[in-house]
């Protein structure tokens, strides 16, 4: 009847869904209706978290943000929130960060010019004190960095030592961090990892040590972002970030520390990619408080709305951010910021202009903020919640999503789990198959890309010429590191290293030592080679 | 000409472990007939070793970072291999662009074709 393509095309979702000329009532699956009917709010939560969506909480406009020296990226986050930014997100320096190096290990040095130009370096307790210098910490939402897992403890101790310098209580504190599996093993694989076992283990150890310590902060934040933009398509990203949350909620469950409950709110605060394909992402995120909802009942009997229901941060898609005519760029931030809007998330940070060429001047990142300012304030979506909700299409799609990414979620529970399917490199080769068909797709002309596959001429190329970053973050980092060497209480910091490298060895919850070893200025690399003599290194799956 | 028994290097420059570009490129190299060594996150020194041990025809390099990581290593791998041509790929801005270039490297940016990078693999090893 529908089912008309037009001149022979076939129409398909990005993540190869396929798709009819327009939708019925009877195209909505009829297990799915019941939910159609339900407010936003109520459980299953598909058509929104909260019963009065924008209207009261507009979504948080949160950057990724972080160069050169601490002060640098203390002055860039502080622009930010002066141009209207609603939180804020430290990034270290990844080069560092990510592998736990002082700059002074021989890979950093190898590339001492890389230093600094994807976040600040922070070695020690003093450079993270000066990167948050005038942060408003108590009233705002932080994010404290550490993206990587074996640099989390470190990333979070660090600001939560700063935090309690600065007198503000711990058990009020808001905000997040991220340790995300799908970075670390999956979509940027670096070049020396702890385990996926130990990794487990980091990240249980901070969800029972925040559950005690920092009942308001989100302690993980899963993010499928970093599965997506490394290649799994839309039902692959919600299945596999799920198989993820299991396994988080099966550990604890198996040390028994904490409140399942407890557990599964530490675990709903996600991160999801939002791409190109409008109404397929925009369904991806009610699919996924579906999921969420049907996941804590089914497995493990939790029904309380204040746990069911899925906070979601999302991030456009840089990969999808070109090259070549950056400009159009903006055109792209703009598309897919509706697409998470319209979906109703509770968080959002637009990739710049210039993703593809660097990371963001200051200009692109003001305009990744605009991008988000126009849309609350101009275009008048926050006065409806879940504006698609009740669209044959968007219903049908969502529960096309949710059906195919349990078929997926059960494929990795095949593999032995999340972590299996990371250490095998099964899920590798998932995204590796979508990357290669990406590219097939736009080789044959069936994908277009504007100013890449198609109308490649600019008649007046604006020149964007990517951000220069600062030339001395290696040689002062290089100094302070020295200085802290110098000017600690030398007896106190080999004490916290030596308790900390027994707690690694036993077992117990790392982070009360991290916290100790971050107070007595122990740095990074430091506790970099504890985990390297401890924990040793994952095995890579794939060559890089 | 063909690329049978053509011998390419591809390094990362960078320990920022992004993977997706250089293994597409890999593939695509390997399925036009080349051997691809992929060595992964190298230093400087480290591929101008992996060029001379692996008797390499060519050298491509993934640069996630600053430019300036990869002039020492194009330096190092013409002061062992001067005959080995090298070409770069990944997050390259206009200025690191321009850079290269001058240094008679060729530069495949973001959105490049992956026929594209086959042919000049094709031209800069004489297989073509």
């Known amino acids: ?544 | 000409m063909s690329t049978a028994g053509k011998r390419i290097l591809m390094a990362k420059t960078g320990l920022d472990g992004h993977w997706r570009g250089p293994t597409v490129v890999a593939k695509a190299l390997r399925d036009a007939g080349f051997e691809v060594i992929m060595i992964g996150m190298a230093r400087p020194e480290e591929v101008m070793q992996a060029s001379i041990d692996e008797d390499v025809d060519l050298v491509g390099l993934n640069i996630g970072g600053h430019v300036d990581v990869a002039v020492r290593a194009i330096g190092m791998v013409r002061e062992s291999r001067p005959e080995v041509p090298i070409f770069v790929g990944g997050v390259v801005p206009p200025h690191a662009k321009r850079k290269l270039e001058g240094l008679g490297v060729e530069v495949y940016p973001p959105g490049s074709q992956l026929p594209d990078i086959v042919a000049a693999a094709m031209r800069l090893t004489g297989a073509a």
């Not at chain 1, 990724?64 to 939180?87: A, C, H, M, V």
């Not at chain 1, 430290?90 to 002082?102: I, K, L, Q, S, V």
């Not at chain 1, 979508?434 to 736009?442: A, L, P, T």
């Not at chain 1, 916290?515 to 430091?526: C, I, N, P, Q, Y």
């Open chain 1, 1 to 544: 009847m529908n089912s008309n393509n037009g001149n022979g095309r076939v129409w398909n979702t990005a993540s190869g869904l396929h798709l009819k000329n327009f939708y019925a009532p009877e195209d909505v699956p009829e297990s799915h209706r019941k939910h159609v009917a339900v407010p936003p709010g109520e459980s299953p939560f598909h058509r929104g978290a909260y019963p009065t969506g924008y209207r009261t909480k507009p979504w948080r406009i949160f950057q990724l943000s972080g160069f050169g020296k601490p002060e640098d990226e203390n002055e860039r986050i502080r622009f930010l929130l002066e141009q209207g930014e609603t939180g804020f997100i430290m990034e270290h320096d990844r080069n560092t960060g990510d592998h736990c190096y002082n700059v002074d290990h021989p890979d950093v040095v190898a590339r001492r010019e890389d230093v600094g130009l994807t976040g600040a370096v922070m070695q020690s307790v003093r450079d993270i004190d000066i990167c948050m210098k005038d942060l408003p910490l108590a009233t705002s939402y932080g994010h404290a960095g550490g993206a990587v897992v074996q640099h989390a403890p470190f990333a979070l101790a660090g600001y939560w030592t700063v935090a309690k310098q600065r007198g503000v209580d711990l058990a009020r504190l808001p905000g997040t961090g991220q340790s995300d599996f799908f970075l670390t093993y999956l979509g940027c694989v670096t070049k020396q990892q702890i385990p996926t076992r130990d990794g487990l283990r980091f990240n249980a150890d901070i969800m029972e040590f925040c559950d005690k310590h920092l009942p308001r902060w989100v302690p993980v934040s899963i993010a499928g972002y970093n599965g997506a933009d490394t290649g799994l398509n839309a039902y692959q990203e919600l299945g596999a970030l799920f198989a993820n949350a299991v396994e988080y909620l099966e550990e604890i469950k198996r040390r028994n520390t904490m409140s399942l409950e407890n557990a599964a709110r530490a675990c709903g605060g996600v991160n999801f990619r939002a791409s190109m394909d409008l109404f397929e992402e925009a369904s991806k995120m009610r699919a996924a408080r579906l999921m969420w909802q049907q996941l804590l009942e089914r497995r493990y009997g939790i029904t309380n709305p204040k746990v069911a229901n899925l906070r979601i941060h999302c991030v456009t898609a840089g990969s999808r951010m070109t090259y070549q005519q950056p400009l159009n760029n903006i055109v792209r931030g703009t598309v897919m910021a509706l697409a998470a809007a319209l979906g109703g998330v509770q968080s959002l940070g637009v990739s710049g202009y210039d993703e593809a060429l660097s990371i963001p001047s200051e200009h692109a990142h003001q305009m990744s903020v605009r991008i988000q300012q126009i849309l609350q304030e101009e275009t008048n979506i926050q006065a409806v919640t879940d504006p698609l909700g009740g669209s044959y299409y968007v219903e049908t799609l969502t529960a096309e999503l949710v059906e195919r990414a349990w078929e997926f979620f059960d494929e990795i529970m095949e593999q032995g789990g999340f972590l299996a399917s990371l250490d095998s490199g099964w899920l590798h080769e998932r995204a590796a198959e979508n990357q290669s068909e990406d590219f097939r797709q736009q080789e044959s002309g069936e994908q277009v890309i504007i100013g890449v596959t198609d109308h490649k001429d600019d008649v007046s190329p604006f020149d964007v010429d990517g951000f220069m970053g600062v030339d001395d973050a290696y040689d002062v980092a290089l100094e302070r590191l020295h200085e802290v060497r110098r000017t600690r209480y030398e007896k106190g910091a080999s004490q916290a290293l030596g308790a900390l490298e027994s707690v690694c060895r036993d077992g117990e919850n790392i982070m009360p030592a991290m916290m100790d070893a971050l107070a007595a200025e122990v740095t990074l690399g430091e506790i970099g080679d504890v985990y390297r003599s401890v924990f040793g290194d994952w095995a890579t799956p794939i060559q890089t």
